[in-house]
């Protein structure tokens, strides 16, 4: 279409070249009754041409037309209904992002505990008995508790993780680096602080250096 377009200005271009050739050798010819010998440089001239044709594209006599999408080869943009910026609104809120979040932990989590079962060597036995050998039930019931137990911590992390960058973000106004590590030192505090003022520091510490490096590593 781009191609089209172009060959649609240069031949304007040169039918605008053409008449006003023509124009001014008879204005040449009417003016100067001596004949063409005495007329300055023609206007049929490699450099006129090439001058008047650049005019015509790129110059001060370039034809203006509204850019449509359908003629620069893009798809025309219909405008969006009510309901769709409500859904628009309602995917970028932070309760939206936090659920989503919850739903990725929880899943990503089960899936962690469930690996780490599979390759753990004393999943099933019983303490008071560690002699007899685990049966396939308790084996994987004991693997399921474990994955739920690892999938109600990841979804956890991951809600609080993404309110908080959801609402920080908000305040700052900005979208970079430093929401992360906030809301990792936000996250890693509350977390730890269960356990401690200390533990609830380096909660905070650990959290922010991890979500610096995995920005960092993304951007």
Known sequence: MRALVFRQHLLEALSLRNMAASTR???AAASNPQ???SVGPSVDSPSLQYSMILEHLIGDKRPVKGLNPAVMGGLPVPPKSDEQKMIERGMESCAFKSLLACVGGFVLGGAFGVFTAGIDTNVGIDPKDPLRTPTAREVLKDMGQRGMSYA????IVGAMFSCTECIIESHRGKSDWKNA???GCVTGGAIGFRAGLKAGVLGCGGFAAFSA???YYLR
């Open 152 to 155: 109600k911590n990841f979804a």
């Open 35 to 37: 004949g063409p010998a």
């Open 25 to 27: 050798a008879a204005n």
């Open 213 to 215: 490096a995995i920005e």
């Open 181 to 183: 590590v906030y809301s």
